[in-house]
């Protein structure tokens, strides 16, 4: 990217399979924040293309719900609801009067109790709650994570083009 310097750090070559299954989810979470690092309240709120509602901030107002969903709600049972998503709008991406730097430090803590949450249970722990009929493994809910950020971080980098022209993996 020829913007801010990249401060992610590269997954290992090697490693067990949870090092590397939250290396890479990690490496993933640091590509968004990276997207998001040096942009004006403006910028990250700026749309993508309509009717799309899509932006950077949106983006990460959507990706703070998939941590608490998958990891707090369904992996480990907790009685929490979305703080953006419902089933009616897209009102995670609702960004107009929206500060990032409040959505970005959500998101962080988010992130936090995923990561405390993962540490603890073995990667073969089946998921307190059923969605659609069947429990997830912690395994199953980390290689999801990593895929739903790879797709949204594609988006991330056409936002982040659209806005300053800045590119990059």
């Not at 590509?31 to 932006?55: D, F, I």
Request: charged share 30%.
């Amino acid at each position: 990217m020829n913007g801010p310097a990249d401060p992610r750090t590269d997954p290992p070559a090697s490693g067990t399979e949870r090092e590397l299954l939250t290396a890479f989810l990690d490496w993933e979470r640091e590509t968004l924040a990276w997207k998001c690092a040096g942009l004006s309240p403006a910028q990250m709120r700026l749309r993508s293309a309509e009717p799309s509602v899509m932006s950077l901030l949106g983006l990460v107002r959507h990706l703070t719900d998939v941590e608490r969903y998958w990891f707090r709600t369904v992996l480990a049972g907790a009685d929490v609801g979305p703080l953006y998503w419902n089933d009616v709008d897209d009102s995670e991406f609702d960004v107009v009067r929206v500060q990032p730097e409040g959505a970005l430090a959500v998101w962080r803590a988010e992130v936090g109790l995923a990561r405390e949450i993962s540490a603890r249970l073995p990667l073969e722990t089946l998921s307190e709650r059923e969605r659609h009929g069947e429990r997830y493994s912690h395994r199953h809910i980390l290689i999801h994570l990593t895929q739903e950020y790879a797709r949204h971080n594609g988006h991330a980098d056409l936002l982040r083009e659209r806005i300053d022209g800045v590119t990059g993996e």
